[in-house]
């Protein structure tokens, strides 16, 4: 039976069933724990299904870590809670957390009947049935077999199929069900669709518009003003000119050309979003004005919940560079601007909270051990599989992608952008190593590591027996995209390294974690040997290491002082019994 989510049209066969669904015990639930009182009072439910399901809710509070009483009965507000919780991260099986899932859906479509069902068992109608034999055994049958039960449910004909009913189904699965990636699965289920009526003649011939569900921040250059474009580019230039133009400061690297630009324009895209026409936008210097900047960089903080960030303080950072070095507004308004990145700059020292609880995760000797073992396991498992293919290719390229962090701790735009013969070098005598110039580099310190025996040897079975599965083998790239020529894309190759960790050990990792983790070792060894951090991490000065691993340089030298009181007492204790 297909798995889906559908719209129920409540019937009196529903109220008769479930008489409390429509009763005043049910009237709008607030929380999950009010969901549970009333689902262990609803005598119309059998024992073992009323025990089953506030069971599941138990496993969500876990899961969750916050109380029944402050999980809200609303799935457009669970579902992002949800999907960042994979089983291993409640030791469970895959199909003990899907159980829980589905009774956490029923829950909620007890109180709420127009909650779409995790599973249907009404069959599709005649006219649905005939067109789904035409894509039986394709990889479209699973979208558009959902669609149809749904659409037979809401006495939906193939014929009666437009934009409109596809919009209303996708607006239901993203406020009506605990389905993950929901506009995802309506954006999917129009591709197949539309796919369906190019491959069977028989299939209605309507076309459905595919929508682009891609959340811009920015616009595309093209769209405002060609004066707005040209001096936006001299900008650049200006910025990274040579040695001997009129400025304060040396021109920057490439890279940091490339960050100015991609923050002014999420800067310019604010002012968009906010009412400001882009046809007006014909030069910067009105556009960096303190009352603008205002309107801009507010629109972020209240994004970001009313809380400062580095991304906003570096927004706000290139608007005052452009407003003092390049539109040289006046000095009143220059210092309005000074003072208001300085109030948008975070007050932190050190690593974030949210990194310091997932670093403190991987001080477990046990969890250490995992890790560093990750990309053993995986690759072991690749091997068991079989004759490669695609999909164990793609759990080859995460052990080493692992190992590369593990071994060397890059940044991932680095990672992602290892070129064959240029930054991964092939040595005569068999070793690999990494170059990286310093242009390619954030903080313009070149970086140079060689790759230990293990992670070589991974590599090498990599490149010889899987990459070719995964994109251009004639390419130069370690972790080729999916069109030919081109990287895979640092998001992607995020994703997957942190989908992996997460699914086997339930951790909650991104590759940037990875260098943290180095610098925590390390000083948990020798508490004082930071200036082994700031080398190994490419730091250009020794205090950058420190702000950021102040708070395990200090946990790690008092564990270090609290051994040698210690030791001083059982030698005390040992005196004093002497004598």
Known sequence: MLRSHIFHVTTNTDQQRHPMATSDNYSDPQTLAQLRQQILADATLPEARRKAMASALNTVERALGQPLESLPADPTQLRPMLERVTPAMVRLSTGSWKNVRSLLGAVLRHANRNMLPQR???????????????????????????????????????????????????????????????????????????????????????????????????????????????????????????????????????????????????????????????????????LVAPAMAKRALSRVHRRQGDRTSLHLSAMAGVVLMIARHWAKLPADEIEKLRRLSKTLRPETQGLT??????????????????????????????????????????????????????????????????SIGKTLLVHHDGRM????????????????????????????????????????????????????????????????????????????????????????????ANPGNDGLVTRALGHKRQDTTRSHYVGFQTQHALKHYDALIERRRTQSIISAGGR
């Not at 310091?356 to 995992?370: K, N, S, V, W």
């Not at 081109?486 to 992996?500: F, H």
């Open 433 to 524: 190593s990494i170059a990286i110039p310093a242009d390619q580099v954030k903080n313009s310190v070149p970086l140079t590591a060689d790759l230990p025996p293990t992670a070589t040897a991974l590599v090498r079975e990599y490149i010889r027996l899987y990459r070719p599965l995964l994109g251009d083998a004639s390419g130069p790239w370690l972790f080729p995209g999916a069109k030919p020529g081109t990287q895979k894309t640092t998001g992607a190759l995020r994703d997957q390294i942190s989908g992996a960790i997460a699914r086997e050990y339930g951790l909650e990792m991104h590759p940037h974690l990875f260098r943290h983790f180095l610098a925590a070792m390390v000083l948990a």
């Open 120 to 286: 249907f068992d009404i069959a599709p109608s005649p006219a649905w049935g005939e067109l789904l034999g035409l894509v039986r055994g394709t990889r479209h049958l699973f979208h558009l077999g959902r669609f149809a039960r749904y659409a037979t449910q809401a006495d939906i004909e193939p014929d009666e199929v437009n934009d409109a009913v596809l919009a209303r189904y996708t607006q239901l699965l993203v406020t009506q069900s605990l389905g993950s990636a929901p506009l995802r699965c309506g954006r999917d289920t129009i591709l197949s669709w539309n796919a369906a009526r190019e491959r069977f003649p028989q299939w209605p011939q309507q076309t459905l518009t595919v929508p682009d569900n891609r959340i811009r921040r920015s616009l595309d250059w093209g769209k405002y003003p060609a004066t707005l474009q040209a001096e936006v580019e001299g900008w650049i230039a200006w910025l990274g000119g040579d040695l001997f133009l009129d400025r304060d400061f040396r021109p920057l690297k490439p890279l940091s050309l490339q960050s100015r630009k991609r923050y002014l324009s999420l800067y310019l895209g604010e002012l968009v979003a906010d009412g400001v026409n882009p046809a007006t936008m014909t030069e910067l210097a009105p």
């Open 353 to 418: 909270p949210r990194n310091e609880r997932r670093l403190a995760l991987l001080m477990d000797p046990r969890q250490q051990e995992l890790l560093i073992n990750l990309p053993a396991r995986l690759a072991e498992r690749v091997r068991k599989g079989g004759r490669p293919t695609q999909h164990l290719a793609r759990i080859m390229q995460t052990a080493v992608a692992v190992d590369v962090l593990l071994s060397a701790a890059l940044r991932i735009s680095n990672l992602a952008g290892l």
